[in-house]
């Protein structure tokens, strides 16, 4: 994958990416706000998924289950699949999830500490004992380093309909 250099100016960035999302078949998202490594206004997406180009890889946003994440990270493409916090497993960042709204799912021991910590806890947050009853594990964004990575997720998408 091509190294950017942040110093180019704007348009000549975003013709870039946007070449770059067009080859690899992604939907080209214009006028997002220039922000991150690469300050350019152009993104990729395919399904819920959004890809923004950094200097080295692809940041890519989106819930993707647990278990497909793993398969992933266990490919022979792995090492080129980065979760965050640097170099973590799927398993170490993964979160519960609601199906349907996407709210995160925290035990209900922290209730109390996040309530201290956040006012309106109730509206971000579901608390309970039994996460896997109400929710799935996600991991909700990480980063790709090469094409033929990026190549293998968008075909892993869409062998899960999730493209």
Avoid at 49 to 68: N, T
Avoid at 87 to 101: F, I, L, M, N, R
Avoid at 115 to 126: Q, S
């Amino acid at each position: 994958m091509k190294i950017l250099i942040s110093w180019k100016q704007y348009q000549d960035l975003d013709k870039e990416v946007e070449e770059e999302t067009k080859k690899l078949g992604l939907e080209v998202l214009n006028g997002r706000e220039r922000r991150g490594e690469i300050p350019t206004s152009i993104a990729g997406k395919i399904g819920d998924f959004v890809f923004e180009r950094q200097r080295g890889h692809w940041w890519v946003k989106g819930d993707l289950s647990i278990e497909i994440a793993n398969s992933l990270h266990k490919s022979q493409l792995g090492n080129n699949f980065k979760f965050t916090p640097q170099d973590a497993t799927p398993d170490k960042v993964a979160k519960w999830k609601t199906k349907e709204g996407g709210k995160v799912v925290l035990s209900a021991e922290k209730r109390k500490l996040i309530e201290g910590i956040c006012k309106n806890a109730e509206e971000l947050f579901i608390f309970s004992n039994n996460p896997s009853e109400i929710a799935t594990q996600v991991v909700d964004n990480f980063q790709i380093h090469s094409e033929e990575a990026v190549g293998l997720f968008i075909e892993t998408l869409k062998k899960h309909n999730l493209a």
